[in-house]
């Protein structure tokens, strides 16, 4: 690949995801207006937003590692994406393979928890301690079903992965290949958006909504564009791992907002769990699915 | 005779011991022993062809004891765990020097015994690493104890307890291994590698059974395998500052050393694969392989729920030396190297760690971690410290501990073992959990008032920490300079090489490249930099008590901080599950003994011997005529 | 030059006898006396040790060629045992001067003699003589030490000695009833034929059982607590390092001459791991120094016991091995327990007070550990291999009872070195700490001194203990020995 | 009762074409994400759930509640203001991103409503800070609500909605009146002065004598900057 391509991939990826990212969180928010029988937020609204946190004119920080939290919330994400292969674009995902982007995905969080711990304040820091914890959660299913996946298809290479879902069309897809981890991969996912009924960490009623509670302006703002980042990278690895990817940007982009507008419909129906309760259920029933669905593909 | 570079390491490690025995009471002892471990060093370099698949070197000293010879060499393997003691030695050493050392002596510290203490440690290291036959091994070992001992027992008090139930335990470890030896000489008629190399692959399964059961438990033991992990968190912990820095970074390993040693190399992965566990579907190496992943998960959640920064580092030096056995004992190319790699990458951030640990208490007095809070600002560089040693130890781009822990994951994954690859994941997420923690408590949150004068580590205890981080970086960076080193010991015992490069590993079945990874992330850190800096309005730092608290006015006299019973949600559901089921097996070890010792001191306690003596000898002399 | 052999055990004898009546007339040169007889008797020994006569040797008394007479057997066995009765007699001198002085002077003498007579008999007879011997001296020498604890102690020992004694001439009646000799080299000879019988064998228990209250053989060993708890330390570590290994010898030499039965020996395998499994564990609990190391020492002897059961010449080596490096360490152990008296608890932060004596009770322990290098790792390195080389489980049971009771002995040791470093009780000021006495320091710290000297020429140690097992093990050399030697030196 | 000049500062246009531009743009999407924290002091919030829900629906407006002062735009008070309240309120305001405004719903935040002769209730909300709307009634209906943020949407656009500066500017006037009602001691823990002079905000009322009142027993409220210390001298122990 020549060099100058492969640049203009790494700034590309990150982009088109923004701008998709933002797509699906004005989908999450006109979802859930449908459900409450609302018009809900106009076409622009995420960037509206994201605008506005960024003008703000006064902007409270507690400090250097607070700031640091933020950028490294957004830059993991920046980074994430040029491991998660798109239609014509594949970044440098062969270098680091599916476990790697794993790893690189917890980073905005634990940046995010090192900005919010800066804070000294002890709603940011309830809210950071259950955000791990439900990493502790949806992230064990996640492992087992994302292991059944790299070691059905035989490498940890997502471009690998994708390319053998399209060998053979439908049939080959990771969904109909392995139902039962699909499934398993899909309660997990939802978990891993940190949305009703999961999300135990913003709690806005009990705890302020945690994490966030002293982000102003442009912190908030960043953690609005790690929004994007996050459902836009979450989307896509669900659509790589079991639904083939993407030939065109059309079809790539339908199955991901398909595939996210399911979690997102569920959401807005429920209230919250409990930690303890998510726990059990995310240990019980995906890490059963996923179990079963590894024996299936062992 | 002439002296090879071996037995010039040897002495000037001996050099070492004897400046620290007769001149360890001045002050500029830490100086000289500081120094000495690099002149010792300086002489390991020159074994460095070893490290890049050089030939075995020996050394000239050689015994005849009672029919046995003992003879010393060392190889790739030797010179790599070498390495990481003498560096990790270096850097403790060079820690304790100066400011350290000076409140250590005023709050009635024994430096002359810590200098030695820690000499003893390096120098019988040393001796057990370049061992040439198992009774060179297991007199390295003997020593390696009890100069461990010496280091763990020195301060006294609650330490002493510690280091009495480490030498029970490592006694116990000792002796397994000593009846094991006993059987391998049986079986091989010589203690020579040669000879029980041959021997290995003739033996009785009832046999190698009974040698991996003793061998496993008695260096599992010095690793702090489950179920013997019980005296390791507390004796690292209660080690003066450095020495726990040192004894935390190699002194378990040395279990893996000869876990390597005997059981990889001498008796060979495949003959322990061949041990079937009857009636089940397991063999040798899988209880081996779920061992590691136990040791992993239990000791990380016990860790977890640690209030101390040394019990919870220290808890977390037994769940670490899971993953390496975890990763050896796949034995696939991939798989060995993370385990070995982990090996150097483990030394170099839990040694970062322990030394930030010891710098908070150095300045605060304290290592509680629900009294501490908030000193990122008054301490920005030993929290940079402890912040790239954390991630190194949850095994998170971009440190070393992320390279390892991949290629482990990677092995399993290849080899096709979901539930220990789920198992070590759960490893991982808990040390996040847990790390999460003590950075948090320590560092982040609010600044106690009575911290509030609270000064950097000073430059003497400092330098030391930015060597360790920069090397953590690095070797993140660039795993393929450790990976050299690694892949000639995979070669010295016989396992598979990966295909490693500068950057990472290349592999059909994916690849990492470390150059390119990091360089992404800290691109979109740049950039991520760049939005958050140009692209939004200036900021302000405010006090921090100017903070949401729901309306109420914080004055400094309120402690509004979460540091206590940390992860409560994952704590009311898991937090029934800490039974203490060891530490009661522990325990009921523990009373059988002093309830037998009750009965059999009775026995001599009653006065009717004669009584004894009688019904003996008409027993006997009864059972010679029937 | 090999007549002279006779000296060290005539010598003393005579000097016993003396003694009372020099004392009473000159104090000062009655004080000479005893220590210039064991110094000249270990001169004698050394002397003939160093001049290469041929060894062994056998010597007849009287005249008489066996096995119609008595003969004194001098191999490199012996002869070492007779030079440590010696040079020990010598080192745990009683030299306070005081009313009691020529009695207990004249007991030590005597029982330097008797000893000496015992390592070196060639006779069965004689070897009972002795034996009684030492047993009045040192009934004698523990009642001198005069507290009412030490005279009941002794009491009890007195009187299971003396069944001991009954049941000891039980079994040489027997013998001599099957045989019609006592001569041990006789008696080889005649063995595999007469002996090799059940009345053999209860000959061999009988005397086992009752040698075996001075080896401290479990189950009648009960006596050795209370005793060494009372006794002067110096006759406990005289009688813990020594006399029970005279013991021993008798049954090392019936053992290899003439009973070869493997019953006998599986008896003594049992009575030995019984007596491992008893003395470590009573010692875990022990809160007395003397009386832990009293059980330590039953168990350290149960583990001679069990080497004992070892019927090759490696065995040998490792109970010779054992042996010795018990006599070096039990001894300086009592040495040190001389000041150290009484609870363990009284010793916090002694090391403050005596860090000498600290410094040797950890060299102590970690050789009785078995920490290598020191000697008592190649000691229990020797035992282990020969007990793995066993077919029989016995000896596996063994083995493992043996490991185990390692790391017993290693906690309780080092559960009392870390309270001597550990800081010293609060309401106790540092000089009430107890401290052994000047002489008792000086004598263990030569102990402490031997063992380093031994670890630090342990090839050369180690190849005369092998060349002392070799000879020791041969029976016919020891019956061509008696037999032809007679001869040439009549 | 002070008297204090409120001049409605209108921000000035820049004149580079494209930076006005931009500024209109910012000034436009203000406008349209407005996050409220509603200080439900009184029986006001009550018409807040609809004005929310699916009868009303502010997000079609842009308009989202938020829980903590810091991600909020719009302050609204529903309601009485004791005077424990207020001082909550009053630090919730301070705590603030600005740009930032104030809605008073219900006529009690106008003059007290029916609660004019409570000893403890505080009558003029904009004596205490820059209110920049009222939605009068007893209780105004969510119409009247929505009407109100749509005025207000609306002055932000234009850039009207500045009052925020006016606090800033003027903040000797608001501390004056905070103090006559809590005393002199009055703090917040929030250090409104060198926000002033950090963001360049300093007006001619900003400092005075009230000021200097709250300096002199006012509590340091710098931030704790990061120092490696090695400068500090020894702490005293």
Known sequence: MAPMELIIELILMPLVAFVVGMMMVLMMRRIAAKLQRRIGPPFFQPLYDIVKLHSKRTQVSHGLIHDIGIVMAMGGYIAAETLLPVPGMTGIAEKGGIITLLYLMMIPSLGLALGVGQCANPNGSIGIARALTAMLAYDIPLVIVIF??????????????????????????????????????????????????????????????????????KYLGGLFVMQCFQLYTTSVLYVSLFLGGGTTWFDFLLKSFLVLAIPVSIAYLFPRYRTEDLLRLMWKWPVMLGLIGVAFVL | MTLTPLDELFLYSGITVLVALLLGRRLPAGWMVTILYGIQLLALMKMAPLGYGGEPISSALTFEVMGQSLSWRF???????????????????????????????????????????????????????????????????????????????????????????????????????FGGIALVYVSAGSLQYEAILTAASQMSTAHLWMLVILFGAGFGIKMGLMPFHLWQAPAYAETPGPGSAFLGAISSRMGLFAILLVLVKLFGIVNIDSLK????????????????????????????????????????????????????????????????????????????????????????????????????????????????????????????????????????????????????????????????????????????VEHDNVKEAPWSMMIPMLILTAIIFITGLLPGIPLAWVASVQQAVGLPVPDYTLGGVESASGSLDMIWVIGVLFAGFGIGALIFYFAGGRSKRVHQLDNYAGGHFLTADVRYQYSDNFYAGLMHLIGGWYRGSFLWLEQSVKSLVEFLSLGMQGLYRRANAEFYLLSTALFVIAWVVI | MSDLIVLPLVLPLFGAFLLPIVMRTSISIGAWIGPAILAYGCWILGDQWMSGTALPFSLAIGGFAPPMGINLYIDSLALLFAFAVQLL???????????????????????????????????????????????????????????????????????????????????????????????????????????????????????????????????????????????????????????????????????????????????????????????????????????????????????????????????????????F????????????????????????????????????????????????????????????????????????????????????????????????YGPAAEDTPIDTIPKPAGLSLATASLFGIGLLAAALFITPVGDLLSHVAGQAANADLYINTVFAGTGGSQ | MNSINKIPVIEEKRTNPLARVFDEFVRFCRSRSLFILHYCTGCGAI???????????????????????????????????????????????????????????????????????????????????????????????????????????????????????????????????????????????????????????????????????????????????????????????
């Open chain 2, 277 to 448: 566990i009857p009636f089940t579907l397991i063999d040798a190496r899988d209880l081996l392989a779920w061992i590691a992943v136990f040791t992993i998960i239990f000791p990380t959640f016990t860790a977890m729920k640690q209030n101390d920064a040394r019990q919870l580092l220290a808890w977390h030096g037994i769940g670490q030396g899971g993953y390496m056995l975890l990763g050896l004992v796949v034995a696939d190319a991939m798989g060995a190297a993370g385990g070995l790699l982990h090996v150097f990458n483990h030394a170099t951030y839990q040694a970062a760690l322990f030394m930030a640990v010891t710098a908070v208490i150095h300045r605060t007095g304290t290592a509680d971690l629900n009294k501490l809070g908030g000193l990122v600002v008054r301490m920005p560089l030993t929290f940079m410290v402890l912040l790239v040693g954390i991630i190194g130890l949850a095994g998170l781009p971009p440190m070393n501990g992320f390279v390892s822990k991949w290629l482990v994951y990677r092995s399993l994954l290849n080899e096709g073992m979901p539930l220990l690859f789920v198992a070590a994941v759960i490893g991982t997420l808990g040390t996040i959990l847990s790390v999460y923690k003590l950075i948090h408590n320590i560092f982040l949150g609010q600044l106690r």
């Open chain 4, 47 to 237: 018409e807040l759930p609809p004005a929310m829900t699916s009868r009303f629906d502010m997000e079609r407006l842009g308009i989202q509640p938020m829980v903590s002062p810091r991600q909020a735009d719009i302050l609204l008070i529903t309601g009485y203001v004791s005077i424990k309240t207020l001082k909550r309120v009053i630090l919730t305001y301070e705590q603030m991103g600005s740009p930032k405004y104030v809605i008073g719903i219900c006529s009690c935040t106008v003059n007290g409503g029916m609660y004019w002769q409570s000893y403890a209730t505080a009558k003029k909300l904009d004596e205490y800070m820059p209110v920049d709307l009222y939605i009068a009634g007893c209780m105004p209906r969510p119409e009247a609500v929505l009407a109100g943020l749509q005025k207000l949407m609306d002055r932000i656009h234009s850039g009207e909605a500045n009052s925020w500066e006016d606090y800033f500017r003027n903040y000797d006037y608001y501390l004056g009146n905070q103090q006559k009602l809590f005393g002199e001691n009055w703090q917040t823990p929030t250090d409104i002065i060198t926000e002033a002079k950090h963001y360049d905000l300093i007006g001619e009322g900003t400092l005075g004598k009230h000021t200097q009142i709250l300096e002199q027993h006012q509590k340091p409220l710098e931030a704790l900057d990061m120092r490696l210390g090695h400068d500090l001298k020894e702490p005293t122990e």
């Open chain 3, 325 to 420: 490096h018990h006599l070096l360490i039990k001894s300086g152990l009592f040495m040190l327990a001389d000041g150290w008296g009484g609870a363990i608890e009284k010793l916090r932060g002694a090391a403050k007070r005596s860090p000498l004596a600290a410094a040797i009770f950890v060299l102590f322990s970690l050789s009785l550990i078995g920490m290598p290098p020191l000697p008592g790792f190649w000691a229990k390195f020797t035992l282990i291999t020969q007990l793995a080389a066993q077919t029989s489980p016995l000896y596996l049971i063994g083995l493992t009872v043996f490991l185990l009771a390692t790391v017993i002995e290693a906690a309780y040791l080092f559960r009392l070195a870390a309270l001597l």
């Open chain 2, 75 to 177: 190889d790739a393997l030797s010179w790599y765990f070498a390495l990481i003691t003498l560096g990790s030695a270096l850097l403790s050493s060079w820690y304790a020097c100066g400011e350290w050392e000076q409140r250590f002596r005023q709050s009635g510290g024994n430096l002359w015994l810590f200098h030695l203490a820690m000499t003893l440690n390096v120098f019988s290291m040393l001796i057990l690493l370049a061992s040439g036959d198992l009774l060179s091994l297991f007199i390295g070992w003997e020593l390696v104890s009890w100069a461990g001992f010496l280091l763990m027992a020195m301060a006294g008090g609650v330490a002493t307890k510690a280091a009495m139930r480490y030498i029970t335990y490592a006694m116990a470890g000792a002796m397994a291994i």
């Open chain 1, 148 to 217: 059944g996946v790299a070691y059905a298809a035989g490498t940890t290479n997502l471009v690998d992965i994708i390319a053998v879902q399209q060998a053979g069309g439908f049939e080959t897809w990771g969904a109909v290949q392995m139902p039962v981890l699909a499934i398993a991969g899909l309660i997990a996912m939802h978990a891993s958006l940190g949305k009703q009924p999961f999300e135990i960490y913003i709690a806005p009623a009990e705890i302020a909504t945690g994490p966030m509670v002293e982000m102003s302006g």
């Open chain 3, 89 to 323: 007699g010598l080192l745990f001198w009683p030299f306070k001067i005081d009313q009691e002085t020529a009695r207990r002077q004249a007991l030590m003498l005597l029982l330097v003699a008797a000893s000496t007579g015992l390592a070196l008999s060639g006779d069965l007879f004689n070897l009972y003589v002795f034996y009684e011997l030492v047993a009045v001296a040192t009934f004698g020498l523990i009642a001198a030490s005069g507290s009412s604890a030490a005279y009941a102690s002794t009491i009890r020992y007195l009187i299971l000695s003396g069944i001991g004694s009954v049941l000891t001439l039980l079994g040489i009646a027997l013998i001599y009833s099957q045989t019609g000799t006592l001569n041990l080299a006789h008696l080889a000879q005649l063995a595999p034929e007469q002996l090799n019988n059940k009345l053999g064998l209860t000959a061999f228990l009988t005397i086992l059982i009752g040698v075996g209250v001075k080896a401290e053989l479990f189950p009648v060993n009960t006596w050795a607590p209370e005793v060494y708890a009372t006794a002067a330390s110096r006759v406990s570590a005289f009688l813990a390092g020594l006399v029970s290994k005279l013991a021993l010898l008798i049954i090392l030499r019936l053992l290899v001459l003439i009973f070869h039965q493997p019953e006998a020996v599986q008896v003594m395998l049992v009575l030995g791991i019984l007596g491992v499994i008893t003395g470590e564990l009573a010692a875990w609990r022990a809160k007395d120094v003397r009386r832990m190391l009293a059980f330590s020492s039953i168990g350290q002897l149960g583990m001679i016991f069990i080497a004992l059961a070892i019927p090759e010449q490696g065995g040998l080596l490792a109970v010779l091995a054992l042996t």
